[in-house]
């Protein structure tokens, strides 16, 4: 008997439409530059959201694009914001992401690590006064395809309940690792059971969750997504999770300047910035063996771990391994959009007067 | 109702003596001396075991000392072997740890990495041809006592399934991180359920587990740890502890140039060298913020956290606090020894011809 697999689907039994990421990067684009995002941002940001739906995670995908163009409307997002750097030495850097979008932010740190770390083997960047940066798998992936591992984690606000508490305190704390190879193998992981948004989802989509992700407002497990916003989520495994997502506090928030656990403004509450922070490193591979080596040692540890199977019909998946199937088929074929999520950006391409997507 | 922890115990009914950790510590050197270890790689290894009784973990303390005494005769242990340095940048380093006693290697690379990261603000420093090092935890923290973040994982002998398979083909492969503090903040956690140990220790001492811990042979869950360790120990929390452990077997294993995967050797297969892997990292707060300004927000999230109690009787601990207490409480009291580990350790002594435990 293989071992059930515990990822959390996020089905979607009747896409309203299904549109080619092209299309709906232009979308989004175009949309944010109606509401004041000059292009270069909007670019990245609709980038972002647009990989994530062609890697399966619609939760952080283009159904945010509304949340971000109200904050840009309510001044919680400074769409003009460019980061900077704070201080620095030639390993380690503060960016500043002054309250614009964390995405220019990610990519920013991304071009910083990447270059100090050419030149000095390992760097180590934070920044501060941040904002949501989507998923953080393609930024750790840009600094794989430059031949380094790419590390990186951030901070959020309260979501999480301690173990041997029942108040949400700790952000879903998501982390994130790169290897070069032929494709990057890439772990991206909320150290809560779930993000965050995979129960907005669920609520907006009218489905219900599973027993084991969250706890009410009264500390008690619930399957209602509502009630499970209102609560808390749970910690990935108990109180290995719980560690985890202290640890990410520490480098993303303590380390970085940044808000701290309640301090940290919600995406959803448009009223003020963020504030949330981000630790991001690189290592370049070529310090420790020759690239040639690495890549023949980790086809090694590759198959042993495919042919781990035990002859059954599963398939054994690399970290990343789903998301990276499901985006080469997702740029063929098209992304799928959920009803609810079709129906809200015909509304908002009407407000701000684009192109219907 | 607050979140109940899933921390595993090891419960322990009835001790058949109690032992004062120095007491114990010079036992396990002496023990070691008699068999051929130089003095001060009996020293290092000694403290290592200890260390873990005095934090709670007697899975991986003294109750290990009579399979390295096993290595040393058989010669899968090189007990005068040195690390050697075989490559080095200014930020980054390659140690070989020769088939000696991982401890040693460990500790060796702590001081290159505090060396290192003072000078250049963070160091990482890989290390290959090790062998079993005990808990992370005092090693980190021993980075952490010099105003360093410090951070280290480490690979070992095939003991998880992957998900989606029902082999075992990773090792339990442990993580660890310290944050300086006034007494410093740490995690160190393996990637599985639970440690491979705390079932060979349920099954020396005759306890059942519980029923999520590990499969057996077949891949069926199991409560009998004999049929567990013939099996396979099940990732923490399914594909997310399972992406854990492969990120730490391609930074231990794949980067550090050691055995891979099914490559590693057991700790109680004596008739080889384990050749696993370790990768360490340290990082100099004062590279980002003053220490006092780090100090005063890590104190901060402590408060935040600590405060999310709910009003309930319940604690919350931060990462390693429930050790750091037990381990005041037992330099205090002594360590108390389980029956069978006791005995153990008595006929080792005679064998050996060292002054009883």
Redesign the interface.
Known sequence: ???????PSESMPEPASVVSSGRLCRFAAEVLLRSGVPQDIADIVAWSLVEADLRGHPSHGIARLPVFVQRVRSGAHDPQARPKIL?A????A?VDAANGFGHVAAKFAVELAVEKAGE?????V?IRRMQNCGILAPYVEEIAFRGM?GAMCTNGAPAV??????????GTNPLA?S?PFVEP?T?D?STA?VARDKITMALREGRKIPLDWA?DS???PTIDPGKALKGSL???????????A??V???A?????AG???DVGWLYTTDRPQDSGCCMAA?R?A???REEE?HD??T??AT??K????G?A??????GEIERRTRVERLREGIPLHAATAETLQHLAEEVGAKPV
Chains 1, 2 share one sequence.
């Open positions: 008997m293989p071992i059930p697999s515990l990822r201080a030495s030639r390993n380690t503060v000095a083997d390992v760097a180590v934070v591992i309940a301690p173990v041997g508490g029942s108040k949400p305190i700790l690792i290897f193998i772990l992981m059971v706890l009264e500390g008690r749970l910690p990935l495994g108990g109180h290995k999770g719980f560690g985890l202290v640890v506090e520490l480098l928030g303590v380390l970085s300047g701290i656990a309640a290592l591979v310090a420790f063996m690495f040692r980790l090694r540890m042993q771990v042919g781990a199977g035990g059954g599963c398939t054994i998946n690399l970290p």
